[in-house]
Each structure stands twice: as structure tokens, then as C-alpha cells.
């Protein structure tokens, strides 16, 4: 992804626990998660949602794309 993106100077990489992002309240217009949910435990879906809406600003919008897994 970085490499893709490298000509954009105004795209960050940042790796940190969803449940415990190291950003400021409601700072992003937008959060999205793609296939993740369905890899974490119940409980730590919670935190990361919440934690989701904690940086997003009012109004923002959150996406979400991810499949059932019933295995």
C-alpha cells in the first residue's frame, strides 16, 4: 500500500490496536473496515466499534464491508 500510494503526500500509515486507536476525539470525517470484523472476537468488535465512533466526527460516515462466517 505504500508503495501504491507513495505519490500522495497526504495519506499516513499508522498500525495500531482498533481497540485502542491513538487518535484524538472525533478528528476523521470518515472510518471504514474491510473483512475485518468477522476475524475478531465478540467482545473486541465492541471496543473497536466504539473506539470507531470515538475519532469520528459528527455527522461522520462509517463503512463497514465483511461476510458472515459461520464456521
Not at 1 to 28: I, M, N, S
Not at 34 to 45: D, S, Y
Not at 55 to 69: A, T
Request: proline share 3%.
Amino acid at each position: 500500500a505504500r508503495a501504491a500510494l507513495g505519490e500522495f503526500l497526504r495519506v499516513d500509515f499508522v498500525e495500531a490496536a482498533g481497540e485502542a486507536l491513538p487518535f484524538a476525539d472525533e478528528l476523521f470525517d470518515a472510518c471504514y473496515s474491510v473483512f475485518l470484523f468477522h476475524e475478531l472476537p465478540r467482545k473486541t468488535r465492541q471496543e473497536v466499534l466504539g473506539e470507531s465512533i470515538r475519532v469520528l466526527k459528527r455527522r461522520g460516515f462509517i463503512g463497514c464491508v465483511d461476510s458472515i462466517q459461520t464456521g
